[in-house]
Antibody, heavy 118, light 113 residues
């Protein structure tokens, strides 16, 4: 069965960086993009970016340009998202999700809570 | 950016009745070369990740009950839940995947009356 398993809760100081990983299993990793979506406490969903695990190509929301880096390692079917220069506004649950370039997101990770606090 | 606006923000419906949620995009999400609307609906229950209900505006996701249906085209879309069940209490989001960023609506909270 398709699974996306994310890394655990993170607590970071303002100005630091965080890296969240997403381990995929149950399907051919390079056949689907990995999208990243975040959700601040009590708020809605915000799409951040996608990575094409086949080519390594990426696309980011303008809001996160220069601050987010996405990578993948096909040997361990894992995608990662690193967000730098964290502020309290980055406190959120970060989700990875599977999809095509133009499709709905059909499988989601369990979410990773990132708390930014001094 | 394409702005997605849902209405209403919250909704209370009696068990067994119909719930209707609307989603309007600030520009068309219809891709004419393949005749598809690039619009999805998700259901999110507390403490859980979102679940894909509908894609291409009207195609149900895998395992989604047929009481969930999607309609609309261009800029105006509707999610209908026929015969509301207690397990349908959740927040529902629309999302366009026509443009970047892939924007979501603000969400509609569905409760039982």
């Amino acid at each position: 069965q398709v699974q996306l398993v994310q890394s655990g809760t993170e607590v970071k100081n303002p100005g630091a960086s965080v890296k969240v990983s997403c381990k995929a299993s149950g399907y051919t990793f390079t056949d689907y993009y990995i999208h990243w979506v975040r959700q601040a406490p009590g708020q809605g969903l915000e799409w951040m970016a996608w990575i094409n695990p086949n080519s390594g190509g990426t696309k980011y929301a303008q809001k996160f340009q220069g601050r987010v880096t996405m990578t993948r390692d096909t040997s361990i079917t894992t995608a990662s998202m690193e967000l730098s220069r964290l502020t309290s506004d980055d406190t959120a649950v970060y989700y990875c999700a599977r999809g095509k370039e133009y499709s709905g997101l059909d499988y989601w990770g369990q979410g990773t809570l990132v708390t930014v606090s001094s | 950016d394409i702005v997605m606006t849902q209405s209403p923000d919250s909704l209370a419906v009696s068990l067994g009745e119909r719930a209707t949620i609307n989603c309007k995009s600030s520009q068309s999400v219809f891709y004419s070369s393949n005749n598809m609307n690039y619009l999805a609906w998700y259901q999110q229950k507390p403490g859980q990740p979102p679940k894909l209900l509908i894609y291409r505006a009207s195609t149900r996701g895998s395992g989604v009950p047929d009481r969930f249906s999607g309609s609309g085209s261009g800029t105006d879309f509707t999610l209908t839940i026929s015969g509301l069940q207690a397990e349908d209490v959740a927040v529902y989001y629309c999302q366009q995947y026509y443009g970047t960023p892939r924007t979501f609506g603000q969400g509609t909270k569905l409760e039982i009356k």
